[in-house]
C-alpha cells in the first residue's frame, strides 16, 4: 500500500506541474452531497480505502455521526466499532442506533495474478465480510434505514458493444460469479426490512489513488498505448461522482437494488489512450498486445484491460441524479489539475 500510494502521489506531482492547479480532490468534494434535516449515525466498512476515506471526510464535514469498522490492530479511533469478518465477529451493541450502514470493504480486485489462493481472498473478502455484517444487522433491536453495499461492473463480463443496464444479465466468468454471490449475500439484508442498494462501482477515477496512478504511469515515460485492440469499452466514474452516488443511495427512499455507479459516457480504451496522451501532452503509440497482457497477468488480463463493459447508469438517470463529471476528457483534466 505504501508503494502505490508513492507511485499516485508521484504521478499527481508530475501532472499537477503540467496542468496547474494544487487543491486536493478531497478540497474539491467539499459540497453537500447529503442533505437531511437532522444529523445521522452512519456506519462505514471499508473506510480506509479510496472511496471510504472521501466518505467519511464529507459526512463528518456536514456534522453526521460516522463510526468506521475496524478489524483488531488496525488503529481504532473513539467511536470506531470493532470487527473480525474472518471470525465472524463484530461488536452488535455499538451498531445500535445507526441510521445507515455503507459497506464498502474488499480486497484490490488488481493486485497479483489470479491464483486459486488469491481468488479464495477475493471471495472472501467480498462475500463473507458481507455476511458477517447482514447477520449483524439482523440482530439489530432497531435496523438502519438503509444499506448501501459495494458491488462492480464485473457482474456483466466481457460483452462488447452491448449496452449494459441494471436489467442486464449476469455473466459466467470469475469475476461475474464473484459479484453475483457478493450482491445475493448484500441482498439478504432485505429480509430484515432494510431498504438495500448494491452499487455496481466502474473503474474509480481519481488523482489521490486507486486505478488512475497506474493507468497513467506509463505515459510518464513515453510508454502510453492502446490495450489489445483498443476497441473494449471501459466504463468509470470519478470519485467525486462515487461519494455522491452513495449519499444519493442514503438519502433518496426510493432507490433500491442495483444501480449502475458509472458515469454516463463510457468510452473505449483507444479513445482512453488518446484523451490520455492529449490532456498530458505524452505519445501513446506503445500497443500492448493482447497475448502479451494474459501471458504477464493471466486471467487478470482478460477481466479487468482487455473485458469489453459497456455500462449505463440507467437507473441514476431516472431518478435525475446530477453527474458532476459526467464526460472522461474533462474529467481528467479537472482531477489532475487540483
Not at 38 to 66: C, E, F, N, P
Not at 86 to 112: C, F, K
Not at 127 to 147: G, N, Q, W, Y
Not at 158 to 179: A, K, Q, W, Y
Request: glycine share 8%; net charge positive.
Amino acid at each position: 500500500m505504501v508503494k502505490y500510494n508513492k507511485r499516485a502521489a508521484r504521478v499527481k506531482y508530475l501532472f499537477r506541474k503540467k496542468l496547474g492547479g494544487g487543491a486536493s480532490a478531497l478540497q474539491a468534494l467539499r459540497v453537500c452531497y447529503l442533505r437531511a434535516s437532522k444529523t445521522m449515525k452512519i456506519l462505514i466498512s471499508g473506510a480506509s480505502g479510496l472511496t471510504g476515506k472521501a466518505l467519511v471526510k464529507i459526512l463528518r464535514d456536514q456534522g453526521h455521526s460516522v463510526a468506521r469498522l475496524v478489524r483488531p490492530g488496525s488503529g481504532a479511533s473513539a467511536g470506531d466499532i470493532t470487527w473480525n469478518p474472518m471470525a465472524a465477529t463484530i461488536d452488535v451493541s455499538a451498531m445500535e442506533g445507526a441510521d445507515a450502514v455503507v459497506h464498502l470493504s474488499g480486497a484490490r480486485i488488481d493486485e497479483g495474478r489470479w491464483t486459486p489462493a488469491r481468488k479464495a481472498v477475493l471471495r472472501s473478502s467480498r462475500i463473507d465480510t458481507t455476511r458477517v455484517l447482514v447477520d449483524a444487522l439482523a440482530s439489530l433491536r432497531r435496523k438502519p434505514r438503509v444499506f448501501v453495499s459495494a458491488s462492480a461492473i464485473g457482474c456483466y463480463g466481457d460483452r462488447g458493444d452491448e449496452i449494459l443496464t441494471e436489467s442486464s444479465s449476469i455473466g459466467t466468468d470469475f469475476l461475474s460469479l464473484l459479484v453475483r454471490d457478493w450482491e445475493a449475500e448484500a441482498a439478504r439484508a432485505e429480509v430484515s426490512g432494510i431498504r438495500t442498494v448494491v452499487l455496481r462501482f466502474g473503474v474509480i477515477v481519481s488523482s489521490e489513488g486507486g486505478a488512475l496512478p497506474q493507468m497513467l504511469m506509463p505515459f510518464e515515460f513515453g510508454l502510453g498505448g492502446r490495450l489489445g485492440s483498443g476497441k473494449q469499452w471501459m466504463s468509470w466514474i470519478a470519485l467525486e461522482d462515487a461519494v455522491g452516488i452513495i449519499c444519493s443511495a442514503i438519502a433518496n427512499e426510493e432507490l433500491a437494488g442495483p444501480l449502475n455507479a458509472v458515469a454516463p459516457n463510457p468510452l473505449t480504451n483507444a479513445d482512453f489512450t488518446r484523451i490520455a496522451a492529449t490532456v498530458l501532452h505524452r505519445p501513446a503509440i506503445f500497443a500492448a498486445p493482447a497475448f502479451a497482457l494474459r501471458i504477464a497477468l493471466g486471467e487478470m488480463a482478460g477481466a479487468l484491460l482487455l473485458a469489453s463493459q459497456r455500462v449505463i447508469p440507467e437507473r441514476l438517470l431516472a431518478a435525475r441524479y446530477a453527474f458532476r463529471l459526467p464526460d472522461f476528457e474533462s474529467a481528467l483534466r479537472a482531477i489532475l489539475s487540483r
